[in-house]
């Protein structure tokens, strides 16, 4: 049996896009944990249209990391998947995940992210044309909003801290060595369709990182590869630089704005509308 455990948070309009493929084409061995919190939607009475396979619980609280860990207490199955209610993965990437995992020699694994750019403007296009050659592309956990733990790997850490990234402070749980990213699977992610809502989502993953840092500071010799070194021999090719100008840009604003909200204590919760549009089926390929 293989676990998965989605927090959706006013996600009617895209929760079906995500459960459909694992209701249609498993065999009974998934269960889905569907903890709709804080909605003020239809995301639960979508949900439960699916039938027994989902369990949906709902809490008033309008937070992921108390919904991830309700899901927990629901959930007594390994391996346990996380996922993001607006993302698309498959049964056979479930699957792969979960094979993976069995072998016990890794603890954390997560599939290869594809960014689906239907819809985007030209800017976020180059933005993520640049992105794709980065190493922190190919990182799954936080990369692809679908992460597996071993149930060894989910004894490494207690309850979900409240923190604003969560797959960050997950993926930090683990040494290099321990997590894994799958290149024969992938799950499809949707990315904000405007620069203006791309710069809102980095600078909540900047205040995630920052948050992380602050907090727990020793998780960071569990990083990995970073971006800088292959950032700079990009700079050797002309052609890419319009995408490079375009990427340093929206990440200096979304790491100024993020520096200036912490400063000032607030706390907003940058979530993108734009990529909340479900897309046809011939799109998603």
């Known amino acids: 049996m293989i676990s998965i455990v989605v927090p959706a948070h006013n ?33 639960a009475n979508v949900a439960r249209r699916f039938g027994p396979t989902v369990h949906v619980v709902e809490s008033d609280i309008a937070s992921k990391t108390d919904a991830l860990n309700l ?21 056979d990437a479930i699957r792969a995940l979960a094979r993976r995992l069995e072998q016990g020699d890794v603890l954390a694994v997560a599939p290869t992210p594809h960014i689906n750019l239907t819809g985007c403007s030209w800017l976020v296009r180059k933005y993520y044309g640049i992105r ?9 956990i936080g990369g692809s909003g679908v992460y597996a733990l071993s149930e060894a790997g989910r004894r490494r850490f ?5 923190v604003i990234a969560d797959d960050t402070y997950v993926r930090l749980q683990f040494k290099p060595e321990e997590r894994e990213t799958l290149p024969y699977a992938r ?20 205040r995630g990182t920052f948050e992380l840092a602050r907090r727990f500071p020793e998780l960071r010799v569990n990083k990995g590869e970073g971006n800088n070194r292959t950032l700079i021999a990009l700079f050797k090719k002309p052609h890419l630089w319009p995408g490079l100008l375009i990427y340093c840009a929206v990440n200096i604003a979304a790491r100024c704005r993020a ?21 046809s089926a011939d799109s998603l390929k």
């Open 11 to 43: 996600e009617s309009s895209v929760i079906a896009r995500t459960l459909n493929p694992w209701v249609t084409n498993s065999s009974g061995e998934i269960g889905v944990v569907v903890v709709c919190n804080g909605c003020v939607d239809d995301t």
């Open 71 to 91: 899901g927990d207490q629901i959930s007594g199955v390994f391996p346990r998947i996380y996922a993001d209610a607006d993302i698309v993965i498959t049964v």
């Open 259 to 279: 520096t200036i909200d912490l400063r000032s204590g607030v706390h907003r919760w940058q979530r993108d509308e734009t990529s909340r549009t479900a897309l």
């Open 132 to 140: 794709s050659r980065l190493p922190s592309s190919r990182e799954g």
């Open 158 to 162: 207690g309850q979900f801290p409240h």
């Open 187 to 206: 799950s499809t992610v949707f990315p904000p369709r405007t620069v203006l809502h791309l710069i809102a989502v980095r600078t909540r993953a900047y």
